[in-house]
C-alpha cells in the first residue's frame, strides 16, 4: 500500500482527486489539505506520513512551483504529480525541472490516477545515485562492516576504481580499529562543514588506507547526531568525484541514514545462516520499505556462509527473497587482516569472493529480467521474483 498526500489550493479539485484515489486498492491518502502548507507544515507532513506519492495542485503556479521545490528540499524520493483544471504547458516545463514527476488534468478517473503513479514511481525508481552502495547488518555482529570495507578495498585494488568509503555509525563505528587508524577529522566534521565543502578541504577531512578514501566515525569522546539534510548535501558533493560510495550503515535506520538508503542505487541488508540473523534481516527489508527503499534495491548478502548452512536455497524460503552473495567463512584470514590493520588476502577464498563481488558492482548489478506476479497496478513495485545478480 502505497502513502499519499494531497496539497491543495482548491478544494473541489482536492475533494475530486481524493474520490478517484479511494477508487484504488493499492493507494492510501493518509492527509488533504485544502491550502498550501508553509514550510514547516510541510515538512511536519512529510516527515509525519512520509508519502510515496505528493499530489500537489498547480492552481496557482508560482506557489506550486516554489513548493515542488521544498518538498524536492525535504523527500528526494516521493513522486510528485501535479493537478489542476488544466496543463499549463509553460508550468510543467519548469515544474519537471523543479522535480514534478508527473500531471493530471481534470477530471480524475481511476484509470488515469494509476498510470500518473506508475509513471511518477518509475521516473523516481530511475534517479537512485548508480554509484552509492549502502550495507547493513540485519543483526548486529553480521559482519556487516568487513563486507564493507573488503568490498570498498577490492573496487579500488581489483578494479583501480576512487572508492571512498562512510562510516555512519558514530557511536561505535569499528572501521578506524580495523585499519589501525588515528583520523584528525571524522564523518562529523564532514557534515558540519558540507555547505562549504571545496575539493582542497575534503582533501584534509578524508583519511587513506590501502587505496581508499575513507570518512570516519568520530573519537568515542565527540557527542553529535547526523543531521538529514546534511547527508543528502554530503552525498551531493562526493557522487560526482568517486567512481562508488559505500556506505556502512548501524543496524538501525533513523531519517539521516534514511537519506542515505533511499539514494542509494543498492541497499544490502548482511546476514549469516542463524535462524534469528535471518530472521531479523527479513525484518530489516520490511523496515527500509516502509521507509521508501524501493523492493527492486534491496538485497542480502549470505556472510561466514559454510557446507554445513542450510543450502541456499533453503535460506532464501526464509528470508522469502533471493540471496544476491555468498561470502564463505574464513575466520583465520579475517583474524588476520585485522591484527595487519589490513584487507583479507586476495588469494584466499575469501578475497576471491570480495573480488567476484565488487565485479558485480562495477557492472551495476545485473537488471532484473523476471516478470512481476503481484496483481494490481503496484505490482511492478512490489517484491520480485529471485533472481541472482
Keep these: 500500500m502505497l502513502a499519499a498526500i494531497i496539497l491543495g489550493a482548491s478544494q473541489q479539485l482536492a475533494t475530486s482527486l481524493q474520490r478517484g484515489c479511494a477508487e484504488l486498492e493499492d493507494l492510501h491518502v493518509y492527509k488533504a489539505i485544502h491550502k498550501y ?14 508519502p510515496q506519492i505528493v499530489f500537489l495542485d498547480a ?17 528526494s524520493t516521493a ?15 519548469d515544474a519537471t525541472e523543479a522535480g514534478v514527476n508527473d ?4 477530471p480524475f478517473t481511476p484509470e488515469g490516477l494509476a498510470e500518473a503513479v506508475i509513471r511518477a514511481l518509475r521516473v523516481q525508481e530511475s534517479e537512485a545515485a548508480d554509484n552509492v552502495v549502502a550495507f547493513l547488518p540485519g543483526k548486529a ?16 585494488h581489483d578494479h583501480k576504481q576512487r572508492v ?11 572501521l578506524s580499529v580495523l585499519l589501525k587508524l588515528n583520523p584528525e577529522y571524522s564523518i562529523i566534521d564532514a557534515l558540519e562543514n558540507c555547505q562549504w565543502l571545496k575539493d582542497e578541504v575534503w582533501s584534509k577531512l578524508v583519511s587513506q588506507a590501502h587505496g581508499l578514501d575513507l570518512l570516519l566515525a568520530p573519537g568515542p569522546t565527540k557527542v553529535a547526531r547526523l543531521g538529514e539534510s546534511n547527508c543528502r548535501r554530503l552525498l551531493a558533493f562526493v557522487r560526482p568525484r568517486y ?4 556506505v556502512d550503515l548501524p543496524e538501525v535506520i533513523n531519517d539521516a541514514t534514511q537519506a542515505i538508503v533511499t539514494q542509494a542505487s543498492r541497499v544490502y541488508v548482511v546476514c549469516t545462516s542463524d535462524p534469528p540473523s535471518l530472521s531479523l534481516a527479513r525484518r530489516r527489508i520490511q523496515e527500509l520499505q516502509t521507509k521508501g527503499v524501493w523492493a527492486s534495491r534491496l538485497k542480502i548478502v549470505l556472510n561466514r556462509f559454510t557446507d554445513k548452512d542450510p543450502k541456499v536455497a533453503q535460506i532464501e524460503q526464509v528470508l522469502e527473497r533471493e540471496v544476491s552473495v555468498v561470502v564463505p567463512n574464513d575466520y583465520p584470514h579475517v583474524r588476520q587482516a585485522i591484527q ?16 567476484s563481488f565488487a565485479q558485480v558492482l562495477v557492472n551495476r548489478g545485473l537488471p532484473d529480467s523476471r516478470p512481476a506476479e503481484p496483481s494490481g497496478f503496484l505490482g511492478i513495485f512490489q517484491r520480485r521474483a529471485p533472481q541472482h545478480s
Excluded: M
Design 37 to 50: 502548507p508553509s514550510s514547516y507544515e510541510l515538512s511536519q507532513l512529510l516527515k509525519v506520513f512520509g
Design 59 to 75: 492552481t496557482s503556479p508560482e506557489e506550486a512551483l516554489e513548493l515542488t521545490r521544498q518538498i524536492r528540499s525535504f523527500n
Design 79 to 93: 513522486g510528485i504529480i501535479g493537478f489542476a483544471q488544466q496543463c499549463d504547458k509553460k508550468w510543467l516545463v
Design 103 to 106: 500531471f493530471l488534468a481534470a
Design 141 to 156: 555482529g553480521s559482519g556487516s562492516t568487513t563486507v564493507a570495507l573488503n568490498t570498498a578495498g577490492f573496487l579500488a
Design 164 to 174: 571512498l568509503l562512510i562510516e555512519t555509525d558514530i557511536h561505535s563505528g569499528p
Design 243 to 246: 567512481d562508488t560510495i559505500i
Design 340 to 355: 595487519n590493520g589490513a584487507l583479507v588476502s586476495g588469494s584466499s577464498k575469501l578475497g576471491k569472493a570480495f573480488s
